[in-house]
């Protein structure tokens, strides 16, 4: 008998066991029981969260054989429940939208489904990947959409909701399915690991649920690989081997130089880290994990429980995490997010990932501007705060005591003001004196000049009068006469 691979085996058949999808689980068991089962479902998520496993459980509970109508508890036995489990029934249909993009296989869908189903209640279309349809496949898909005759349901799963049009989103009922936490992921692990009669140390359980990153598929094919070494055992020097430690000699060594402001020596480590069968992009992926848990351990303290350090790295990594502050952290993992991504578009990578090496070895540390302040102080920064604190107001004078038997003494009335003195009228100033049109004796002289004459011949110029090129003003003083009446 062929092998069964783990995602495949322990693939949930009940709404009872998916595993952290209980909103989008229970929706469905009560719209199910009440009879409010719509026509169309677009299931939404990343990959490995369930979303072609819900599908086929609504399918089993619509179409199982041994109900008298569709039901929340399908009964796992019957023909129909088998061959939609193993994706060969015939009255469910799969569709990847990959492969089947054109308006040909849309019109061809429309067609059969016109078509009463063969043996079961209903002809159920699951369409995986809906958001590849072309436009056109999206536009002819509409009416059957919204008016599909009453024997067929369609179930669309995607994993990129916004390339699928409003127009067919309005048609369905949206259901987004959330990544899976490491608790949860760690659980089903370690039933799985039961079931196959495997051991494993709590640390491999712990680590193959945070490498899943939310995806109980991506958890799975991990566990499938570390048991196709070890059958029966799985240790955590095992899990060293086949998957290496984020917090590896290798990049702590280089993060260490980052510290010491050591371009060389960090250019060494990554030579090596490279050496030893890193790519670039694998390398960019790692060390920005390793900076995520420093910074954690940074921010959070070394107690918190949003890492999973090992017991013999977690002193060293600890005083690692110490030597760069927050804002350090962050600008480090956004230069290597930065470099992640252009490495896969040219030609130079190893260039632009020695660049960035240096720049992170040669940049000055990050610090907030109070802090720089404080240190210029030589104190901590909430002295700062001390020093520009508010005044307190002072306190208002008391009165005074007044002599029993005497009325309050009457305010004394300010002195009269004298009366201003009228100004004087000033005499009007003098007309200036006309100012003497320059002659042609005057443009002789100038022409004489020594420095004029320098400048003519730099220039290759001439001297001119302006006065005699402006226009003469009008003469303001003089009156006009009056006309005479004759």
């Known amino acids: 008998m062929a092998y069964t691979v783990l995602a495949r085996k322990y693939r949930s058949w009940t709404f009872d066991e998916i595993v952290g999808q209980d909103a989008v689980a229970t929706t469905l068991r009560n719209a199910i029981a009440s009879g409010r089962i719509h026509h169309g479902y677009l299931f939404t998520g990343t990959r490995g969260v369930g979303k072609t496993s819900m ?55 429309r067609e059969n489904a016109n078509y009463r189903p063969a ?59 959330r990544s899976i936490g490491p608790e949860q992921i760690g659980q089903q692990v370690r039933m799985i690991l039961e079931a196959e009669g495997c051991t494993a140390d709590d640390g491999v359980v712990r ?35 086949v998957l290496p430690a984020p917090h590896d000699e290798l990049l702590a060594e280089l993060i260490d130089r980052w510290a010491e402001h050591d371009a060389a020596g960090a250019l060494n480590a990554l030579d090596r880290c490279i050496g030893q069968g890193y790519s670039l992009e694998r ?34 990594i600890v005083a690692r995490a110490g030597k760069f502050d927050a804002a350090a952290y962050v600008h480090a993992i956004v230069v290597l997010e930065e470099l992640r991504r252009n490495i896969r578009f040219t030609q130079a990578g190893r260039a632009l990932a020695d660049a960035v090496v240096v720049r992170l070895s040669e940049a000055v540390p990050q610090a907030s501007i109070a802090k720089l302040l404080a240190q210029l102080e030589g104190g901590d920064p909430d002295a700062l705060k001390k020093k520009v604190a508010p005044r307190p107001a002072p306190a208002p004078a008391p009165p005074r005591p007044q002599a029993a038997g005497h009325a309050p003494a009457s305010k004394p009335a300010a002195p009269p003001t004298p009366p201003r003195a009228t100004p004087r009228p000033q005499a009007p100033a003098p007309p200036p004196a006309p100012t003497r049109r320059a002659n042609s004796d005057d443009m002789r002289a100038a022409m004489a000049e020594p420095l ?35």
């Open 55 to 109: 599908a086929r459980i609504l399918a089993r509970s619509l179409n199982c054989l041994n109900r008298e109508g569709p039901t929340a508890d399908p009964c796992r036995t019957c023909e129909s429940c088998v061959s939609i489990a193993e994706g060969q029934d015939v009255d469910v249909i799969e569709i990847d939208a990959a492969s089947h993009t054109g308006v040909d296989n849309i019109r061809e869908l």
């Open 119 to 177: 043996r079961a209640r209903y002809k159920i279309y699951i369409i995986d990947e809906v958001h590849m349809l072309s436009t056109g496949a999206f536009n002819a898909l509409l009416k059957t959409l919204e008016e599909p005759p009453a024997h067929v349901k369609f179930i669309l799963a995607t994993t990129d909701p916004q390339k699928v049009p409003a127009t067919i989103q309005s048609r369905c009922q949206r259901f987004d399915f």
């Open 207 to 241: 680590r193959v649920a945070r490498l899943a990153n939310g995806s109980m598929r991506d958890a799975l094919s991990v566990l499938d690989q570390l048991m196709s070494i070890s059958p029966k055992d799985l240790t955590t020097d095992l899990l060293e081997q």
């Open 283 to 316: 390398f960019g992926e790692t060390m920005i994990e390793q900076l995520r848990t420093l910074m954690l351990l940074a921010v959070c303290g070394a107690d918190t429980e949003l890492v999973d350090v090992p017991a013999q790295y977690r002193d060293a």
């Open 452 to 486: 004029v004459k320098k400048a003519m011949d730099l220039f290759d110029g001439a001297l001119v009068n302006v006065e005699k090129l402006a226009p003469k003003p009008p003469d303001t003083d003089a009156v006009e006469a009056p006309e005479s009446d004759e």
